[in-house]
C-alpha cells in the first residue's frame, strides 16, 4: 500500500466517525421507532463482548496463585457464550486490587502494593474492523500482530511486600490427656512434648494458611492415633500483626477420654476359623489404642495367605472408651488358586510356571503350596506346608525342592527338605529349621562329577527399619543367616561345618527428588579346606541382585579353567535414582555401581566390578528394574530384569 492510498483510508475512518457522529445528534421520532422496529434481529443491539490480554507482573511464586485464581485471568480466554461486556470487564478490573490482596493472605503476604492499569484502549464498531485491515497490510505487519496491536492490555503490577513469619505459638491441651500429665504419668508427658515439638509452624517460619490448616490436621491426626480417637480441636486462633509481619497461633486441643481395646469381633469369616485371626492380634481387653498397634495386626492378615483383603477399626465413641471393640472384616481368598505363568529371568532365561495353592488342605489348618518352573537352564518344583497361626505368632513350616540348574558350563542338581518353625512381626522375620540338602555337580568339559549331602541346623533372622517395606527410600534392613552341620561328599572328607550369611541395604534422601541406595552383603563357611559341603551351601556371584553386568552365577574361584563355587562372598552396591518428571513420579532413573566376587579364600577374593544405568517403576507391588550394565571383567553389556525388593 502506498503512503497516498494509507492516508486515503485513515481520511475515510475520520469521515465515517464523523457521519456516525451526526447522526447520533438527531432527534426524529423516526430513528428511534425504527431503532425499535430492528432491535429484534440485530446482533449490534446485544452488548459487545470484551476482548482484553492480561499481563501479571509478581514474584515468581505468586504468579500461578494470581493466574489461576484472579478473575481477570479467568474470563480472559473464556469461550464467548461465557465471556464478559465491557461494562463487566470494568467491574472486574475495580475489584482486582481486592481480589489479590486476599488471594496473598492466604500465602502470608498482608501488605501488598497493588497497582492494575490499562495499557491501551479498546476500539469498537466498524472503526477497529477497518483499523485492523488497514495495519494487516502495513510493512511487516501480520493479521496475528495487527489483532494483539488493538486488543487492550490489562497490567497488574504486585509487589507482595514483607511475609509474616509465626512469632509464637501456643499449644494447650484439656481431657484427660492432659489430666494423665498433671499427674505425672510418663507417657502423657512424653506425648505432650512431642506434640509441642512436631508442630509444623514454629516460631521464625514463615505463615500461610494451607500450612496452619495442614499443622492442625496433622496435630489432631497425631493425638487419634495415639490413644485419643475422639480427639477434637476446642479453638484455633492465628492473630495477625499486618504491621508487624507477624502471627499468633494459639490453640486448644480437648483429647477426650484414653480408647482402650475391647473384644474382636470378627465379620467375613466362612472357609477359615476364628483361631486364625485372633492369633495373630497382639494386644488383649484393656490395651491402650494405638492406631499403628492395629495397622500392624491388618498387615499380618493380609500376609497371612488366607485373605483377600483385611480392614480394622475400633468405635469411636466415648461411651465405649474403656473397652472400644475391635471390628474385624474380612474377604477371604478361594479355598484353591492356580496360576499358570510365562516370564524371562535375565538371570535365567525364559520360563513357564505354574503354581498351586490350598489352603485348607485335608481339612485342617495347613496351607500347601506346590511351584513348579520349567525353562531351558533351571527346572524347579517347590513345596511348602505351612500352618495356620500359633500361638505367638509362630507357624510350623515342613517344604522341599527339587531343582536342575544349567549355568555357563556346569549342570548342579539337586534336592532339599525342611521342617522347622516361622515367626513373622511388625519389623523381624525369624525362621527356625533342621535341613538336609543333597547336591550332584557335573562338570561336561571336564567330565567329572561329585556328589555331596548335608545335615544342618538353621536360623535366619530379618529386620527391617524402613519408611515403606515395598518402596523403601529411606532407613535400612538387615538378613542375618547361620547354620552349623555335618557333611558328606564323595570327593572331599566328611566332617562338620558352620555357614553365616549377612546381607545389609540402606536406604536415604539425597537433597531434593534424589535418592540413594548401598548394600554390603558377605558369607563364609567354616570348615577344614579338606571338607566337602554341597554346592548349593557355597557362594558365587553375578546376577541381578549380586553384580550387574555378569551372568547368573558365573563369579567364582576358577579351577582348571572353570567357574567353582567358593566359601567366601563379598558384594557391595551403590546407586543412586531420581523421578524422571514431576508429572510421573512412579517412574525414575538411575545409575549405580557394583563389585564382588566369590572365593574360596579371603586373599584371593578379587572383586569383579559392574556399572551402569537403569530404569524404575515403583509399581503398587514393588520396584520393577531394567537395568544397562558394564562388566568390566568380561567387556561385555548385560541386561538386567528383576522386581521387588531382596531382603
Given at each position: 500500500?502506498t503512503a ?35 432491535a ?11 476482548e482484553y ?12 496463585l ?15 457464550t ?8 470494568d ?18 503476604y ?9 495499557v ?6 466498524a472503526?477497529a ?33 514483607p ?22 504419668d ?15 509452624l514454629?516460631?521464625g ?15 489432631l ?24 509481619q ?14 482402650r481395646?475391647g473384644?474382636i ?25 494405638d ?14 495367605g ?9 468405635d469411636?465413641n ?10 474385624v472384616?474380612i ?11 510365562a ?42 506346608l ?65 556328589n555331596?549331602?548335608?545335615v544342618?541346623g538353621?536360623?535366619n ?12 527410600t529411606?532407613?535400612y ?15 572331599a ?8 550369611y ?19 552383603e ?19 556371584a ?5 553384580v ?32 524422571i518428571?514431576?508429572?510421573r513420579?512412579?517412574?525414575w ?20 566390578y ?7 517403576w ?8 531394567l ?7 568380561v ?6 530384569l ?6
Open positions: 500500500m497516498r492510498a494509507l492516508w486515503a483510508a485513515l481520511a475515510a475512518v475520520l469521515f465515517a466517525q464523523l457521519l456516525a457522529g451526526c447522526a447520533s445528534l438527531g432527534s426524529g421520532g423516526a430513528d428511534k421507532t425504527a431503532g425499535k422496529a430492528a429484534p434481529g440485530a446482533a449490534a443491539s446485544s452488548p459487545e463482548r470484551a490480554r492480561l499481563e501479571v507482573q509478581a514474584p515468581e511464586a505468586l504468579r500461578p494470581l493466574l489461576n485464581y484472579l478473575d481477570l485471568a479467568r474470563f480472559q480466554n473464556a469461550p464467548a461465557e465471556g464478559i461486556t465491557i461494562a463487566e470487564l467491574r472486574l478490573v475495580a475489584a482486582a486490587p481486592a481480589q489479590v490482596r486476599s488471594l496473598l493472605e492466604t500465602e502470608g498482608f501488605n501488598p502494593t497493588v497497582k492494575v492499569e490499562r491501551s484502549a479498546p476500539q469498537s464498531g472503526a474492523k477497518l483499523m485492523g485491515a488497514i495495519t494487516s497490510k502495513l510493512p511487516g505487519a501480520t493479521p496475528a500482530s495487527a489483532a494483539a496491536e488493538s486488543t487492550p492490555l490489562l497490567r497488574v503490577d504486585v509487589d507482595p511486600g511475609r509474616v513469619t509465626v512469632s509464637q505459638f501456643t499449644l494447650e491441651v484439656t481431657g484427660v490427656l492432659n489430666d494423665a500429665a498433671l499427674a505425672q510418663a507417657n502423657a508427658i512424653r506425648q505432650l512434648a512431642a506434640l509441642r515439638k512436631q508442630w509444623t514454629q516460631p517460619q514463615p505463615f500461610r494458611q494451607g500450612s496452619w490448616s495442614d499443622a492442625k490436621t496433622s496435630t491426626a497425631r493425638v487419634r492415633a495415639e490413644g485419643y480417637p475422639a480427639a477434637a480441636w476446642g479453638s484455633t486462633a492465628a492473630k495477625v500483626d499486618a504491621q508487624a507477624t502471627a499468633a497461633l494459639t490453640l486448644v486441643l480437648d483429647s477426650g477420654p484414653l480408647f481395646l473384644a469381633r470378627i465379620e467375613g469369616l466362612s472357609r477359615y476359623d476364628e483361631d486364625s485371626v485372633r492369633r495373630l492380634a497382639t494386644f488383649g481387653p484393656g490395651t491402650p489404642y492406631d499403628k498397634l492395629l495397622l500392624d495386626y491388618q498387615e499380618r492378615l493380609q500376609k497371612l488366607l485373605f483377600e483383603g483385611a480392614f480394622i477399626e475400633i469411636p466415648p461411651a465405649t472408651a474403656d473397652a472400644a471393640p475391635v471390628l472384616r474377604k477371604e481368598l478361594p479355598l484353591q488358586t492356580a496360576t499358570f505363568g516370564g524371562y529371568s535375565a538371570n535365567t532365561g525364559p520360563r513357564i510356571t505354574l503354581e498351586h495353592t490350598h489352603r485348607n488342605v485335608f481339612g485342617s489348618r495347613w496351607v500347601a503350596k506346590n511351584k513348579f518352573e520349567l525353562g531351558p537352564d533351571q527346572k524347579l518344583w517347590q513345596g511348602d505351612t500352618s495356620h497361626p500359633l500361638e505367638g505368632l509362630y507357624r510350623n513350616l515342613v517344604s522341599g525342592s527339587v531343582s536342575n540348574l544349567r549355568t555357563t558350563d556346569q549342570v548342579l542338581a539337586s534336592w532339599s527338605a525342611r521342617v522347622g518353625r516361622t515367626q513373622d512381626t511388625s519389623r523381624i522375620e525369624r525362621l527356625y529349621y533342621i535341613e538336609y540338602v543333597n547336591a550332584r555337580l557335573s562338570t561336561p568339559s571336564t567330565a567329572t562329577d561329585s555331596s549331602d548335608a544342618s538353621n536360623y533372622w530379618v529386620f527391617r527399619k524402613v519408611d515403606n517395606v515395598l518402596l523403601p529411606q532407613g534392613t538387615l538378613s542375618a543367616q547361620a547354620a552349623v552341620g555335618y557333611a558328606r561328599s564323595s570327593t572328607d566328611n566332617g562338620p561345618f558352620g555357614r553365616g549377612g546381607r545389609l541395604t540402606g536406604y536415604w534422601p539425597l537433597g531434593k527428588s534424589w535418592y540413594g541406595s548401598a548394600r554390603l558377605l558369607g563364609q563357611i567354616f570348615t577344614k579346606d579338606s571338607v566337602g559341603v554341597p554346592d548349593t551351601l557355597l557362594f558365587r553375578g546376577g541381578d541382585d549380586s550387574r553386568g555378569y551372568a547368573y552365577r558365573s563369579l567364582g574361584p576358577v579351577v582348571s579353567g572353570t567357574v567353582t563355587s567358593g566359601r567366601m562372598l563379598f558384594t557391595g552396591s551403590v546407586e543412586v535414582a531420581r523421578p518428571s514431576a508429572s513420579p512412579a517412574f532413573w538411575a545409575v549405580f555401581a557394583d563389585a564382588g566376587n566369590a572365593a574360596n579364600r579371603w586373599s584371593d577374593l578379587h572383586p569383579a559392574g556399572y551402569g544405568v537403569g530404569l524404575r515403583r509399581s503398587p507391588v514393588g520396584p520393577l528394574r537395568d544397562l550394565a558394564y562388566g568390566e571383567q567387556h561385555a553389556f548385560r541386561v538386567h528383576s522386581v521387588g525388593i531382596a531382603f
